[in-house]
């Protein structure tokens, strides 16, 4: 049917009072008795137990059953997406101290949509210029630290900007110029630069030029949710589907209003920009802030012991073992929980690390570890649900026995 007999259809059906309308595309409803359908099993597709960590790869972590009910909540209505965004903005900001916030589709994506603000502002015309060429008259440098540049910094250059890598803050004050859009810093590797998170925005503010960081993995501790826009960096960005279990494909961008605002114009349902691909749909709008709200409430402190009691299951276990030492260690600023480092005597256990792993990846239950080194591995318990540190001990333990010799 043409798009005019559509219309002309739907026209008449106010006044066929007799007529039952039931929506396109209603499915008969499941057997009640009906068997659960496994997707995974039905793909041949490996799953894990997870003693990792919040890795894309493996598909960040898990969300809750509070997160889940907003997604299914979220699916059974319609709603125009500016408006649930508004709202939830609204709930967000206030929970993370900052002046406006919106949910994106990660961290990676909230790099790149609030910098575009910076460059456009409110501007159509300039929104529709990005990546800009010379001769728009946007701004076209942002500038970082040496010792922060990391593939992620990608998301900047998706503006058309360039960078400009620095190491001291002298050398900041010769690189900014008129072209310098931003200044930006990367938190998980501020103990590696010269200039620190307070004399980053110091120098932002005495320049009137915008500082933004990126926080992605680097909650725990819940305070980061909000010390960085009490810093006063004009936005943040953070990844959802690490500690604060949200959904895997969003994130949050807060900072300051009027850049959120500008932000926003590069993002869906608005076309012709940028950002357009950045896609986030209600269920995951719903489902970030519902997992927001809920982890900044939590007991961290009851949940930190949690991982110290999980910690030592496996630690216990394979220090038991002859040659084998063990240590736990906390990340000072990225991944911020306790991580347990497991060595062993070459000369005593017949094993390298990547054998280990192998072990324990094609075993049954498969499990997936952290880092590994000749004669180690790494782990941690984060990621685990209730029960399953004792099964991870248990095969760490006896791989471990097997290769003695």
Not at 155 to 176: M, P, R, S, W
Not at 188 to 206: C, L, M, R, T, Y
Not at 362 to 384: H, R
């Amino acid at each position: 049917m043409q798009r005019r007999e559509l219309i002309k259809l739907f026209s008449l059906i106010p006044y066929a009072g007799s007529v039952s309308l039931i929506p396109w595309g209603t499915a008969a409803a499941a057997p009640a008795n009906a068997e659960k359908r496994n997707l995974f099993k039905e793909l041949g597709i490996r799953t894990f137990i997870n003693a990792a960590g919040t890795f894309t790869a493996m598909t960040g972590s898990l969300m809750h059953d509070y997160v889940l009910e907003a997604y299914q909540t979220g699916a059974t209505e319609f709603c125009m997406l500016d408006e649930l965004q508004d709202k939830v903005g609204e709930k967000i900001a206030a929970l993370v101290h900052s002046e406006a916030a919106v949910v994106t589709s990660g961290a990676f994506s909230g790099m790149t949509l609030g910098l575009a603000g910076i460059l456009t502002g409110m501007d159509q015309h300039k929104v529709e210029q990005l990546p800009h060429l010379d001769g728009t008259g946007m701004k076209s440098e942002v500038i970082i630290q040496k010792a922060h540049e990391i593939v992620y910094n990608h998301a900047l250059k998706n503006t058309g900007c360039k960078i400009i890598y620095v190491e001291t803050a002298a050398e900041v004050e010769q690189a900014i110029n008129e072209k310098t859009a931003l200044l930006h810093f990367l938190n998980i590797e501020a103990d590696k630069g010269k200039i620190k998170h307070e004399e980053w925005v110091a120098i932002g503010k005495k320049h009137n030029i915008p500082t933004s960081i990126d926080i992605a993995a680097d909650v725990p501790p819940v305070s980061n949710l909000w010390k960085f826009n009490d810093m006063g960096f004009s936005f943040v960005v953070i990844s959802g589907g690490k500690a604060i279990r949200g959904p895997q494909s969003a994130g949050l961008l807060m900072g300051k209003k009027e850049i959120i605002a500008a932000a926003r114009l590069h993002m869906p349902p608005r076309g012709f920009n940028i950002g357009r691909g950045f896609k986030v749909n209600k269920e995951e709008v719903l489902g970030m802030y519902v997992a927001l709200d809920r982890y900044i409430k939590e007991d961290h402190n009851k949940e930190w012991k949690a991982w110290e009691a999980a910690t030592a299951v496996i630690d216990n276990a394979a220090k038991s073992v002859s040659g084998v030492t063990t240590s736990i260690t906390v990340p000072a600023l990225g991944n911020v929980t306790p991580t347990l480092q497991i060595a062993w005597d070459a000369g005593k256990v017949k094993l390298s690390g990547k054998d280990l792993q192998e072990k324990l990846r094609s075993g049954a239950p498969s499990i997936e570890i952290g880092g590994v080194k000749d004669n180690g591995i790494t782990v941690t318990v984060w990621m685990l649900k209730p029960g399953q540190e004792k099964i991870v001990a248990g095969r760490i333990k006896e791989e471990l026995i097997k290769a003695v010799g």
